[in-house]
């Protein structure tokens, strides 16, 4: 199992009906070929940076998951059928950073999906992790080269 | 020159932010890297260090490819402010 990210534009010319329903057929294409939804990010209708298909808008919804490597290329293939979606973003979390950054994107689409009481305590963390590393810059700025393996240290600091 | 002289004191943000990974949906943490035509700004104006316009180069091409940020800008689009849509 391996994780992994889609985004998927959704046509803005559906209702917000067809939208929600071509969403969820979406998902069950991920779950129906032994997919794990960790969760699920709508950032809503958006304008496109270019048009694609003639469209300026676009619904984008975010969905973290993890599946076997050897299924992604038969979820590709029902994206590409799928004629609701203008565009799909298929990103791989495989190395060990990557991982510790696709546990925290989790939490915070789980953040922001629940109530916005649960927001604040973000917040309130965020100013800590930021702390930490401003103590350590003028070090960084002699040499960024060198610094670069503390970095890796202490990725979970960091963020 | 002016554009030089805007980015003359060279060191890499991200290794002071201590940025570890970069989200491609993040897209006001890419204007830094962006010119106004939303162009990769290259490493020798903006000091970032090797491991980090690496790692902004894929990001910012993954962000392309999600609509998030244009591939290019023409004469007609340029007029409107750059950077309206993302903040």
Partial sequence: ?159 | MAERRKYKKRYCKYCEAKVDFMDYKDVGALRFSLSERYKIMPRRLTGNCKRHQDMISTVIKRARAAALVPYTVTRKTVVTAPFENLK
């Fill in chain 1, 1 to 159: 199992m391996r994780n992994y990210e889609n985004l998927v534009i959704v046509k803005p010319t559906l209702t917000a009906e067809e939208i929600q329903a071509s969403v969820k057929a979406i998902e069950e294409i991920i779950t129906s070929n032994g997919g794990e939804i960790a969760t699920t990010d709508t950032m809503g209708m958006r304008k496109l940076a270019y048009p694609i298909e003639k469209n300026e808008r676009g619904y984008f919804h975010v969905i973290y998951y993890s599946i076997a490597p050897s299924a992604i290329t038969e979820i590709e293939r029902r994206f590409r059928l799928n004629e609701e979606l203008l565009r799909f973003v298929t990103i791989k979390y495989d190395t060990n950073r990557e991982i510790i950054a696709f546990n925290q994107l989790v939490q915070k689409a789980q953040k922001k999906a629940a109530a916005p009481a649960k927001e604040e305590v973000a917040k309130t963390e965020a100013p800590k992790a930021e702390e930490a590393p401003a103590t350590e810059t003028p070090k960084a700025e002699e040499a960024p080269a060198t610094e670069t393996p503390a970095v890796e240290a202490e990725a979970p600091a960091a963020e």
